[in-house]
């Protein structure tokens, strides 16, 4: 590991960069993930590196569907498991979701790896023979009958958009975490939280450890995705204007 000073402006985005790169070192994350947290970063970068308004507002949503779900999984990637493991126990702690991983470079390795990493961190993973029941030709096909093949609700941070349509197809809500509210997974999904991962899944846990379950059914009860995309962008345009203007 890097030692990256406290004092750097972008001492969070760097910590997190050198956590990827150390679990790419060890075999859970595929190198590409890297390059979709290179990603991810642009986009935050446009959003001030910090959790809008209406990014606040959508984590309550989705903690709200969360509880209101009868099948909720979420579903784990090497990104997610390498930035927020600890982070994903405490969800699942508050929200009573099931837990499954999910990869699109799959190999059973890593399968094992993930596993591993979420269980030291507290997380009840779901394991058994994976099923191709998600109709598409990758290996993000592949999922428990018990888990995601029941699921009235999937949580995906850090989709790819494949999926989340076909998971949509199959009549399923998804609730995305995706800094890119351009992504066909942010606007495929029932709900997008355009926020970073590790900000955005603490504060969907901490919603879903004070929402009463009447107040969370009727949150759930109508879930507008549209203006949360809107809203993200509006920041974004924002954010730019403001640092066009510093340039005059
Ligand atoms: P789509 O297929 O939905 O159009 P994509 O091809 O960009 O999306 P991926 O390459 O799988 O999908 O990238 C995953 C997404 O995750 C990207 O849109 C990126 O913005 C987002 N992302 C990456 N890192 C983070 C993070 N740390 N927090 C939140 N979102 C992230």
Excluded: W
């Excluded at 901490?206 to 962008?233: W, Y």
């Amino acid at each position: 590991m890097t030692t990256i000073p406290k004092d750097h402006p972008r001492y969070a985005a760097l910590l997190l960069r050198d956590r990827l790169a150390a679990a790419m070192r060890e075999g859970v994350l595929a190198p590409e993930g890297l390059i979709a947290q290179g990603r991810g970063e642009a986009f935050d970068y446009l959003l001030g590196e910090k959790t809008t308004e209406s990014a606040a507002r959508a984590e309550r949503v989705a903690a709200a569907m969360l509880l209101s779900a009868r099948r909720p999984v979420i579903s784990v990637n090497g990104n997610t498991a390498a930035l927020c493991a600890h982070q994903i126990a405490a969800l699942q702690e508050a929200s009573g979701a099931a837990v499954e991983v999910n990869l699109f470079h799959r190999t059973e390795e890593r399968m094992e790896k993930i596993t591993a990493l979420l269980r030291a961190n507290g997380v009840d993973v779901l394991t058994g023979e994976s099923e191709r029941l998600i109709p598409l030709a990758h290996d993000r096909a592949l999922c428990l009958r018990d888990g995601i093949g029941v699921a009235d609700l999937v949580l995906v941070p850090l989709e790819d958009g494949d999926r989340c349509e076909a998971l949509r197809a199959m009549g399923k809500d998804v609730i995305a975490i995706d800094l890119n509210p351009l992504s066909r997974t942010a606007r495929t999904a029932t709900l997008a939280v355009v926020d970073e991962v590790t900000r955005a899944v603490p504060a969907i846990t901490g919603h879903c450890r004070v929402l009463s379950a009447g107040e969370a059914r009727q949150i759930a009860s109508s879930v507008d995705n549209t203006p949360f995309l809107k809203e993200a962008l509006a920041a974004m345009m924002r954010h730019l204007e403001v640092i066009n203007d510093a340039l005059e």
